[in-house]
């Protein structure tokens, strides 16, 4: 059956100015970093990215190594695009990084000029794009002088090829610097996108106020912690799960899943029922009451997951009580 959009899917979204710019971006924003690869079911993801935007997430979030296989989430969101959203395509911001390793030798890795603008070229053919909307580097590049790196960004949107672009996983200081180059550049550096949750809060310790001195937007990713901040193991670590199957060499580090993390996951689990929330709901309205933070990144393995998480913008206030109790719970 050909796609429709709800056409209501504007009314229950909240949508957010990204810094200082025109953009503004949903609330609640869709990546595709699990369950849109080759080892996925097509079907599924089509599923996931049509209930996504029938809610009015209209920002897709994916990069050059996405899958698995690494290019795979996004062959495969270029197969759902082409059916379903080029009608839609003027509504959407779609974003792409590259920073991680992607093809051998010496030139498929980190960010230099050569990888950089391949990079890009390769992720436009895959998902059968002219542009991307939002062109992140991914990682820091210890090697490459961080001008180089910020002039290919500024290249890219010159080229149009990206009409803004990003940064993801850079500490303070070094996002202080790219976003200066930027901005000389004539490209303002849009957003950064960091790790961040309730049991990950080194953007606090100074990376937010970065942003917010200088007009950048805050979209960070892994706000469920990889799935400890949600039901799945508040009675423990299922036999189904990614952390029972793939402990210490897959997606969710060792370390994530611990017996003090599900405890205190149980612990905040109480104050979210008592808020009429589950548990993943408030951690992830617990991430948007901070004004400096322009859209949350979550993922989906099934389109209920998605509707589920939008249910957080009914409620993304917290009484200083119950910060105090949440506070003292993380510490």
């Excluded at 698995?68 to 959407?92: H, M, T, V």
């Excluded at 949107?157 to 500490?171: E, F, P, T």
């Excluded at 393995?301 to 105090?324: A, M, W």
């Amino acid at each position: 059956m050909p796609y429709l959009a709800n056409p209501d899917r504007y009314q229950s979204m909240e949508y957010r100015r990204c810094g200082k710019s025109g953009l503004k971006l949903p609330a609640i924003s869709l990546g595709l970093w699990h369950n849109f690869g080759h080892i996925d079911k097509l079907e599924n993801a089509r599923a996931i990215l049509r209930t996504a935007f029938d809610h009015g997430i209209t920002h897709f979030d994916l990069a050059n190594n996405y899958g698995p296989p690494a290019g795979s989430a996004e062959e495969n969101f270029g197969k759902i695009f082409k059916d379903d959203f080029i009608p839609y395509r003027d509504e959407l911001v779609i974003s792409s990084k590259a920073g991680w390793g992607m093809w051998p030798g010496p030139y498929g890795d980190w960010g230099s000029k050569k990888y950089l603008v391949a990079s890009l070229d390769q992720s436009l053919k895959r998902m059968g794009l002219e542009y991307v909307d939002i062109f992140y580097h991914h990682r820091p590049d210890p090697e490459t002088p961080l001008e180089e790196t910020m002039t290919t960004l500024d290249l890219m949107v010159r080229k149009g090829k990206a009409l803004y672009v990003g940064i993801s996983s850079y500490q303070p200081a070094e996002a202080a610097k790219a976003i200066k180059i930027l901005k000389e550049l004539g490209t303002p550096c849009l957003i950064h996108q960091p790790k961040y949750s309730m049991f990950d809060r080194w953007v606090e310790n100074g990376l937010l106020n970065v942003l917010e001195d200088n007009g950048v937007g805050c979209i960070p990713f892994s706000p469920l912690a990889q799935g400890m901040l949600t039901s799945k193991y508040l009675k423990g670590i299922p036999q189904d799960s990614r952390a029972s199957s793939h402990r210490g060499n897959g997606a969710i580090d060792e370390d994530q899943v611990s017996e003090d993390k599900i405890n205190k996951a149980r612990q905040l689990n109480v104050i979210a029922e008592q808020r009429g929330q589950n548990l993943a709901q408030m951690a992830l309205a617990w991430i948007l009451k901070d004004k400096r933070v322009t859209s949350v990144l979550i993922g989906a393995s099934r389109p209920e997951q998605i509707s589920d998480s939008v249910g957080c913008l009914k409620n993304y206030s917290f009484t200083s009580e119950e910060l105090g109790k949440i506070d003292s719970i993380l510490s």
